[in-house]
């Protein structure tokens, strides 16, 4: 089992940076398979990136690529969430999510697929 804590998000502006962390709890974190959603006012929570459990395999939504960078650090029991070139549409509450699997990752995307949750945190992008 495995306890998540996001922290790092905040209000910047359009156009800006931010990195967000989630340390998990649990001696067995080399082995999950994380990724970050965010949920919008009123919309749905939808998936954003995800990093397989070694951290060679990365996977994006559209609107992350290019943009956000998921990384890993096993020893640390983190991962983060590099996000660059901030839009106001990216305004949302973001959560860590991980599963222990040996599925691909690219066929996690769906919120039913992560069994472990954080309790999110709020990023909010002004125009």
């Known amino acids: 089992q495995v306890q998540l804590v996001e922290s790092g998000g905040g209000l910047v502006q359009a156009g800006g940076s931010l990195r967000l962390s989630c340390a998990a709890s649990?001696?067995?974190?080399?082995?999950?398979?994380m990724a970050w959603f965010r949920q919008a006012p009123g919309k749905e929570r939808e998936f954003v990136a995800a990093?397989?459990?070694?951290?060679?395999?990365?996977y994006y939504a559209d609107s992350a690529k290019g943009r956000f960078t998921i990384s890993r650090e096993n020893a640390k029991n983190t991962v983060y969430l590099q996000m660059n070139s901030l839009k106001p549409e990216d305004t949302a509450v973001y959560y860590c999510?991980?599963?222990?699997?040996?599925?691909?990752?690219?066929?996690?995307?769906?919120?039913?697929?992560?069994?472990?949750w954080g309790q999110g945190t709020q990023v909010t992008v002004s125009s």
């Open positions: 999510a991980a599963d222990l699997t040996s599925r691909a990752i690219g066929t996690m995307t769906g919120v039913a697929d992560f069994g472990y």
């Open positions: 649990g001696r067995t974190f080399s082995r999950y398979v």
């Open positions: 990093i397989s459990w070694r951290g060679g395999i990365t």
